[in-house]
């Protein structure tokens, strides 16, 4: 059995791991509530958003725009794989990752070349080691990213796309949709996906409307910002999730530590129970000698 | 009391504006159009410039690049990925980026994106004629 020293130094060193991971948990928790906060101010712009595009899009010959068009044949897919920056929030970033090398494996399978962007250094560092390239790289984004990034990322893509670099653009990311709950969600972004911009077609009121310079007009403007804002969306639900993530890991961490700490306790007072009873039966032993000498 | 119309600026970031106002003159991508009270449904695209609207009798202006106007049941909305009121605008850094702008554009370098820093000295540009016009 370990000494008695031994066991207390444990306790000293589970306690401390407990008011760590009790401060993170906190941390992360202060985050999530400035990200969700990011979230909801992002919501009006990013409803209104798709609210146009519906709407413009059930109006015009929706493959008229290169944006909409499906590329008959696919040979090379660009994988945006959005993770943390920082590890200790659960199984968040294995998950992504996870998910972005089996869906890298099956597109490979079916005969097309696969890129990765990786968003988020925990990505990287995993996607490094596989065999597929790594077209760009965004690390150490996660806490101070705005739109500007969702920008600077869609427009990349977009020339590249038109340019006929490669032929399909899909995001991987964490969807934050509440506390407890984070899912890997996968998105096609490029070509912009036709159940999001083409639906049933509008009639009626469509003359209703004017339109400056015009519908396809309005619409060569809009389906690239789309694009961003998807990103964007993508970026701000990630940043939700990890924290969550790391709030949830945190909390687990405390409560196992709590746990540890009675048991090795327990441990504690036992050992020490027994080295007193040695102690004691020394005692008596010696005194029976001395009595009997 | 005049009859109003409801605008309503958002960015990515925030909600910049929800007020009931007079009248309202955006920066379209054809030149500037004016939105008045009960004005017909109408889509726009937006350039890089001021928007400004009348309320209570002042003139109050927003520098707005990259958006689009919607005008629907006398609402407008306005999405624009950067808006800014007048008073926030820092005419400072609209003046560097101006500078900086200006220069990249006249040495010409070949490695210069001509059209992104074109639409930096737009936004220099009308970021601050948005300042003065308030001022």
Same mark, same amino acid.
């Given at each position: 059995?370990?000494?008695l020293?031994?066991?207390?130094?444990k306790?000293?060193g589970?306690?401390?791991t407990k008011?760590i991971?009790?401060?993170?948990? +906190?941390v992360?928790s202060?985050?999530l509530?400035k990200?969700?906060?990011r979230i909801?101010q992002f919501?009006?712009?990013a409803d209104?958003f798709?609210? +146009?595009?519906t709407?413009?899009?059930?109006r015009?010959?929706?493959?008229?725009?290169?944006?909409l068009e499906?590329?008959e044949?696919?040979?090379?897919v660009?994988?945006?794989? /959005?993770?943390a920056d920082?590890?200790?929030?659960g199984?968040?970033n294995v998950?992504?990752?996870?998910k972005?090398r089996?869906?890298?494996?099956e597109?490979?399978a079916?005969g097309?070349?696969?890129?990765?962007i990786?968003?988020?250094?925990?990505?990287r560092d995993v996607?490094?080691?596989?065999p597929?390239?790594i077209?760009?790289?965004h690390?150490? /984004? +996660?806490?101070t990213?705005?739109?500007?990034?969702?920008?600077e990322?869609?427009t990349?893509?977009?020339?590249s796309?038109?340019?006929?670099?490669?032929d399909?653009?899909?995001i991987?990311f964490?969807?934050f949709?509440?506390f407890s709950k984070?899912?890997?969600?996968?998105?096609r972004?490029?070509?912009?996906?036709?159940?999001?911009?083409?639906?049933e077609?509008i009639?009626g009121?469509?003359?209703?409307?004017?339109?400056?310079?015009?519908v396809?007009?309005?619409?060569?403007?809009l389906?690239?910002?789309f694009v961003?804002?998807?990103?964007y969306?993508g970026?701000?639900d990630t940043?939700?999730?990890e924290?969550?993530?790391?709030?949830r890991a945190?909390?687990?961490?405390?409560?196992?530590c709590?746990?540890?700490?009675?048991?090795?306790?327990? /441990?504690?007072?036992?050992?020490r129970?027994?080295?007193?009873?040695?102690?004691l039966?020394?005692?008596?032993?010696?005194?029976?000698?001395?009595?009997?000498? | 009391?005049?009859?109003?119309?409801h %605008?309503?600026?958002?960015t990515p970031?925030?909600?910049?504006?929800s007020e009931?106002?007079?009248?309202?003159?955006a920066p379209?991508?054809?030149?500037e159009?004016?939105?008045?009270?009960d004005h017909a449904?109408?889509?726009? $695209?937006?350039g890089?410039?001021?928007l400004h609207?009348?309320?209570d009798?002042r =003139?109050?202006?927003?520098?707005i690049?990259g958006g689009?106007a919607?005008?629907?049941s006398?609402k407008?909305s306005?999405? $624009?990925?950067? $808006?800014?009121r007048a008073e926030e605008?820092d005419l400072?850094?609209?003046? =560097?980026?101006?500078?900086?702008?200006?220069k990249? %554009?006249?040495?010409?370098?070949?490695?210069i994106?001509?059209a992104?820093t074109?639409?930096a000295?737009q936004r $220099?540009l009308a970021r601050m =004629?948005?300042?003065?016009l308030?001022?």
């Amino acid at each position: 059995m370990a000494s008695l020293k031994d066991i207390q130094r444990k306790i000293g060193g589970v306690k401390k791991t407990k008011q760590i991971t009790k401060a993170m948990n +906190m941390v992360a928790s202060a985050k999530l509530r400035k990200a969700q906060q990011r979230i909801e101010q992002f919501r009006p712009y990013a409803d209104k958003f798709y609210e +146009m595009l519906t709407d413009l899009s059930g109006r015009t010959d929706a493959t008229a725009h290169p944006l909409l068009e499906v590329r008959e044949e696919i040979k090379k897919v660009v994988i945006v794989l /959005v993770t943390a920056d920082r590890g200790l929030c659960g199984s968040f970033n294995v998950n992504l990752t996870n998910k972005a090398r089996r869906l890298a494996a099956e597109k490979e399978a079916a005969g097309k070349e696969v890129e990765i962007i990786c968003v988020g250094k925990k990505g990287r560092d995993v996607m490094r080691k596989q065999p597929w390239p790594i077209r760009a790289d965004h690390v150490n /984004v +996660m806490n101070t990213f705005d739109f500007t990034l969702g920008t600077e990322l869609g427009t990349s893509l977009m020339n590249s796309y038109l340019n006929h670099e490669f032929d399909e653009v899909i995001i991987i990311f964490g969807k934050f949709i509440s506390f407890s709950k984070q899912e890997v969600s996968v998105l096609r972004v490029l070509p912009i996906a036709s159940e999001t911009a083409e639906v049933e077609d509008i009639q009626g009121p469509a003359s209703e409307y004017i339109y400056e310079p015009s519908v396809e007009g309005i619409l060569a403007e809009l389906l690239p910002r789309f694009v961003n804002v998807q990103i964007y969306r993508g970026l701000l639900d990630t940043n939700a999730s990890e924290h969550a993530a790391r709030m949830r890991a945190m909390d687990n961490a405390t409560k196992n530590c709590d746990e540890l700490s009675k048991s090795l306790t327990l /441990v504690y007072n036992k050992a020490r129970q027994s080295a007193i009873t040695t102690e004691l039966m020394d005692i008596v032993g010696g005194a029976e000698a001395l009595k009997s000498a | 009391m005049a009859k109003t119309i409801h %605008l309503e600026i958002v960015t990515p970031d925030r909600k910049l504006l929800s007020e009931d106002v007079e009248f309202i003159g955006a920066p379209g991508f054809n030149g500037e159009f004016g939105v008045l009270p009960d004005h017909a449904p109408f889509l726009a $695209a937006l350039g890089v410039g001021s928007l400004h609207y009348n309320k209570d009798g002042r =003139k109050h202006w927003i520098f707005i690049s990259g958006g689009f106007a919607e005008v629907s049941s006398n609402k407008m909305s306005v999405l $624009a990925e950067v $808006a800014e009121r007048a008073e926030e605008i820092d005419l400072e850094r609209a003046r =560097k980026a101006r500078e900086r702008a200006e220069k990249r %554009l006249e040495e010409q370098k070949a490695q210069i994106d001509f059209a992104k820093t074109q639409a930096a000295l737009q936004r $220099a540009l009308a970021r601050m =004629k948005t300042r003065n016009l308030s001022a």
